[in-house]
Nanobody
Framework: QVQLVESGGGLVQAGGSLRLSCAAS????????MGWYRQAPGKQRELVAH???????NYTDSVKGRFTISRDNAKNTVYLQMNSLKPEDTAVYYC???????????????WGQGTQVTVSS
């Protein structure tokens, strides 16, 4: 059983910073991609950023230059450093991992439970 546990959300004023963490645990053979999505009230879930095992990163345009995704492969952990936060960044942030639980299984998609980020103006 694979679990993704997020931490680091909270309430911050506009212009402030937060750092999200997500640790994957359980039966894990290899992790291809780890990333962060977010969902604001009344909106669809959207990709914020992801990082591939080799280190390649991808960001949605609205966070480029403000957010940084990084990964500790030894700890199966992904981080999202969020700077210069704006009220429109307010959302529930979900961790995502695409991984193989064992050498005999295909890639599967896993999600964390979500962590609330609220940016006040």
């Amino acid at each position: 059983q694979v679990q993704l546990v997020e931490s680091g959300g909270g309430l911050v004023q506009a212009g402030g910073s937060l750092r999200l963490s997500c640790a994957a645990s359980g039966s894990i053979f290899s992790i291809n991609v780890m990333g962060w999505y977010r969902q604001a009230p009344g909106k669809q879930r959207e990709l914020v950023a992801h990082i591939i095992s080799g280190g390649t990163t991808n960001y949605t345009d609205s966070v480029k230059g403000r957010f940084t995704i990084s990964r500790d492969n030894a700890k199966n952990t992904v981080y999202l450093q969020m700077n210069s936060l704006k009220p429109e960044d307010t959302a529930v942030y979900y961790c995502n991992a695409i991984l193989r639980p064992s050498r005999w299984e295909y890639l599967n998609d896993y999600w964390g439970q979500g962590t609330q980020v609220t940016v006040s103006s």
